[in-house]
């Protein structure tokens, strides 16, 4: 008996949806989702768009980082600035799509910095400075910039910048290559393959697969 093209369809998904490397129970969310506008970003006396969910802290990075990790989310800082075109397409373009704010809203935390800021921020290694200092400290050229953090930084604890780094995302990336690295960062793909563009590119077959089937059962 023949298997119904909708199965055929759906299986490909489900084989793309699977990295190299992943188990039936590393299944990752679907490349694509329910892209209904939310809330708007609230715009700051700072000159910064802020998402409601963001970290409000005592801006100690270690503190912050233990709190993420015992409420099982992995730890990310933004830097922004104002009048930053690529920060307001950010909020009013990528995270205004439903299915990446909540991913990112429910996956990890995310303390907002400002590049050019004067609030005192406390480093991995204990040292404290003023937001801009830190941004330099780090090397940030570009808003915005996210910085994704390991999830683990035992015995690292004098450590700061690229030991304790994931990765970074720069400037004005896409919808999906923004939800995309979230993805790969959130579910540790990292471990089993280094390259992102690899991953990325599964993910964009998968979206054009579920944009192609969705166009087709309207027809």
């Given at each position: 008996m023949p298997v119904p093209r909708f199965c055929e369809t759906l299986l490909l998904i489900l084989f793309i949806a699977l990295p190299i490397g992943a188990t039936v129970a590393e299944t990752l969310p679907p490349a694509i989702g329910v892209s209904e506008p939310i809330a708007k970003p609230v715009k700051g006396d700072d000159g910064l768009f802020h998402q409601p969910w963001f970290n409000e802290s005592f801006l100690d990075l270690r503190e912050d980082f233990r709190e993420a990790k015992a409420a099982g989310k992995r730890f990310a800082v933004v830097f922004e600035q104002r009048g930053c075109i690529y920060c307001t397409k950010m909020h009013n373009e990528v995270l205004a799509r439903a299915y990446i704010n909540n991913y990112v809203r429910e996956n990890f935390a995310v303390l907002q910095l400002n590049m050019w800021g004067s609030r005192e921020v406390t480093d991995f290694?204990?040292?404290?400075?003023?937001?801009?200092?830190?941004?330099?400290?780090?090397?940030?050229?570009?808003?915005?910039?996210?910085?994704?953090?390991?999830d683990k930084i035992d015995g690292l604890d004098a450590k700061w910048g690229q030991p304790l780094e994931v990765t970074r995302m720069s400037l004005g990336v896409g919808p999906g290559t923004f939800f995309d690295l979230f993805v790969w960062v959130r579910h540790k793909i990292y471990e089993k393959d280094r390259n992102f563009q690899r991953f990325h590119l599964q993910r964009y077959d998968e979206r054009k697969m579920l944009t192609e089937a969705k166009a087709g059962g309207a027809q």
């Open positions: 290694d204990g040292k404290q400075m003023p937001e801009k200092k830190l941004a330099e400290r780090w090397g940030v050229m570009f808003t915005p910039t996210v910085v994704f953090f390991k």
